[in-house]
C-alpha cells in the first residue's frame, strides 16, 4: 500500500520524504552462497530520523536491526528478494535486492607434501600425504591409486613408499568421510636412477712374484662394495668389502658397488698371477739379517755428493706393508737434493757373499730420479768395501760404484751397467720386489752378479775395486738407503718392507 502511495504523490507532482538506507553487500542482482554476509546502514527514513532497521527475506518475518548493522543471513538454494528496512516516528521505508543463492562445494584439506606436482624422480619413492576434512565433513581415512589402478587405504596423516615403472603416470590421493570421498591428482614422471660407479683397485692386474695387499674403492658416496674372489659373479650376497684384501696366491677378484637410489654398478675385475719367486740362490749357511728396516737407531742426513738440500723423516706404519710393519722414508729436498738413511746393523768382517733383500713402494706423485741401496762391510784388512748400488734415473740403467783412485786417496766413480733401470717407469702403490748379489775377495775387489726387479734378472757380472781406508771399527755391517729428488723442490714418500741381508 505504501508503495502505491508513493506512486500516486508522484504522478500528482508532490515530493516524496527519501530515506537514506545504504546496502553495502550483498549487491542486487548478487549470486551467493549460504550463509552470506548483510550489512547495512541509514541515518533517515523517510524524512524522519531513523530509529531501527532490520531486513526480512522473501515474504517472511522482519528481523529488526540497528541502524547501522552487519549479520549473516542463511538462506536455501534459489532466488529471493531480499528486503532492508528502515523505521522512523510515524514513518518506514526499504530498498529490495534481487539476490540468488547457489550451492557451495564441499571442500576439503588434502595435503600432499611429497612429491610436488610435475616432479620427476625415481622408483621408489616416497607418498606424504594428510587431511582433515573430506567434501567438508570429518575425514575418515585417505588412501591413493596409480593410473585409475587399486586404492590403497591409508590412515588420515600417512607416509609410505610407492614402486612404479618408468614413465609418466596420475597418481590419485583419496579421502573418505561420512558418505563422501573426495581427491587431489597428481602427474608423476618415474625416471631411472642412476649407476653407482664402478669400484676400483688399488693394485693393477698382473703377475706378481709376492704376496701383494689390494683395496678396493667407489666413487659413488655411501655405496657398498659386494666382491668374490673364487671366479663366480658378485652380488649382494657375497662377501662386503670391509679392508685390504690379501692375495697370497694366483686369484682373480670381482666386484660390484650398491648404493640407494642407484642401480648396481659396472663389474669390475682384476686377475693376479703370483709365481714363484725367483731370484739368487741363497746356501743353507749364509746369515740373515731380517727386518732390519725396523731396527733403532737409523740415522739420517743430505747426502754432500748431491746438489741442494734435503730433510727426511721415518716412521713405522701398518698400511702399506706385506708383513705388518713397514718403514716410511719422507724426504723433501730442493735443487734434486739426496738424503743418505743409514743404519749399523751389525759386526762380522768375515763374509765375502751378499744378498740385499726388500720391497719397496714408491707413493703416487713422489719425485725421484735416483732410488739407492747400498751395504758396507769392514773386512779383515781393515779397510771397509763399499756395496753401493743404484737405479739410476739419470742413466736409465742400474748403477754400482767403484774406487778408481787408491785405498787411502779414493775416486768415487758410479759405473753405468748395460742393465736397464729406471724408478720413473715402476708403478706407484705397489710393491716391488728388489734383489742384488754381490761378492768381494780379500782386498776389496767386488763383483756385481745380478739384480732382479719383481722376478726379473738384470745380469750384472762386473768386477771393480772398492776398498777405502776409513778407519772405521773392525766387522762393522751398514746399510744406506737414499732417495735422491729432482727438481727444484719437491717430496717423495717410499716404503721399505721385509729387509734382509743375507751373508756368508
Not at 10 to 17: E, T, Y
Not at 188 to 206: C, E, I, Q, R, Y
Not at 368 to 380: A, C, G, K, R, Y
Request: net charge negative; glycine share 8%; proline share 6%.
Amino acid at each position: 500500500m505504501k508503495i502505491f502511495l508513493f506512486a500516486a504523490l508522484a504522478l500528482l507532482g508532490i515530493s516524496v520524504p527519501a530515506s537514506a538506507i545504504t546496502v553495502a553487500t550483498p549487491a542486487s542482482g548478487a549470486q551467493v552462497t549460504s550463509p552470506f554476509s548483510l550489512i547495512a546502514s541509514t541515518s533517515t527514513c523517510g524524512s524522519a530520523t531513523a530509529v531501527s532497521m532490520g531486513y526480512s527475506l522473501d515474504s517472511g518475518s522482519a528481523i529488526v536491526e540497528p541502524t547501522s548493522f552487519s549479520t549473516s543471513v542463511t538462506a536455501a538454494p534459489g532466488a529471493h528478494v531480499l528486503h532492508v528496512k528502515c523505521w522512523g516516528q510515524k514513518t518506514n521505508d526499504q530498498v529490495l535486492l534481487n539476490i540468488t543463492v547457489v550451492q557451495s562445494a564441499p571442500t576439503s584439506d588434502i595435503t600432499v607434501t611429497n612429491p610436488a606436482n610435475g616432479a620427476q624422480l625415481t622408483s621408489p619413492f616416497t607418498l606424504a600425504g594428510s587431511t582433515r576434512t573430506c567434501a567438508s565433513t570429518p575425514a575418515a581415512s585417505m588412501g591413493y591409486s596409480i593410473d585409475g589402478g587399486h586404492t590403497t587405504s591409508e590412515p588420515t596423516s600417512f607416509s609410505t613408499s610407492i614402486t612404479a615403472n618408468t614413465g609418466t603416470h596420475v597418481l590419485a590421493v583419496k579421502c573418505t568421510g561420512q558418505g563422501v570421498t573426495d581427491q587431489v591428482v597428481l602427474n608423476l614422471h618415474v625416471v631411472p636412477p642412476p649407476t653407482a660407479a664402478t669400484p676400483k683397485f688399488s693394485l693393477v692386474a698382473g703377475t706378481y712374484t709376492t704376496k701383494q695387499v689390494v683395496t678396493l674403492s667407489d666413487a659413488t658416496a655411501g655405496a657398498k662394495i659386494y666382491y668374490t674372489t673364487d671366479g663366480s659373479g658378485p652380488s649382494t650376497s657375497s662377501l662386503c668389502y670391509s679392508g685390504p684384501i690379501s692375495v697370497s696366491s694366483t686369484l682373480t677378484i670381482e666386484a660390484i658397488a650398491v648404493a640407494a637410489g642407484y642401480t648396481n654398478s659396472g663389474l669390475a675385475r682384476a686377475d693376479y698371477v703370483i709365481t714363484a719367486p725367483k731370484g739368487p740362490t741363497i746356501p743353507p749357511n749364509a746369515i740373515s739379517e731380517t727386518q732390519v728396516q725396523l731396527l733403532p737407531n737409523w740415522r739420517m742426513k743430505h747426502d754432500p755428493g748431491t746438489p741442494g738440500s734435503s730433510t727426511g723423516a721415518m716412521a713405522v706404519v701398518s698400511d702399506p706393508s706385506l708383513s705388518g710393519q713397514a718403514q716410511q722414508f719422507y724426504t723433501t729436498f730442493t735443487g734434486s737434493g739426496g738424503e743418505l738413511y743409514s743404519l749399523t746393523y751389525g759386526t762380522d768382517s768375515a763374509p765375502e757373499n751378499f744378498v740385499y733383500d726388500a720391497q719397496v713402494w714408491i707413493d703416487e706423485g713422489s719425485k725421484i730420479i735416483n732410488l739407492e741401496m747400498d751395504n758396507n762391510q769392514v773386512i779383515p784388512n781393515g779397510d771397509t768395501v763399499i756395496y753401493a748400488f743404484q737405479c739410476s734415473g739419470n742413466a736409465k740403467v742400474w748403477e754400482y760404484s767403484s774406487n778408481s783412485g787408491t785405498p787411502t786417496a779414493p775416486v768415487v766413480t758410479w759405473v753405468r751397467s748395460s742393465a736397464p733401470c729406471n724408478p720413473a717407469n715402476w708403478t706407484t702403490n705397489t710393491w716391488h720386489h728388489v734383489q742384488i748379489s754381490y761378492s768381494r775377495d780379500n782386498v776389496g775387489n767386488v763383483t756385481y752378479h745380478s739384480a732382479w726387479l719383481d722376478g726379473v734378472e738384470s745380469p750384472i757380472n762386473e768386477t771393480v775395486n772398492s776398498d777405502f781406508t776409513l778407519g772405521w771399527a773392525a766387522g762393522t755391517l751398514i746399510t744406506n738407503f737414499q732417495v735422491d729428488g729432482t727438481g727444484a723442490s719437491g717430496s717423495a714418500t717410499l716404503y721399505l718392507d721385509n729387509l734382509t741381508i743375507y751373508r756368508w
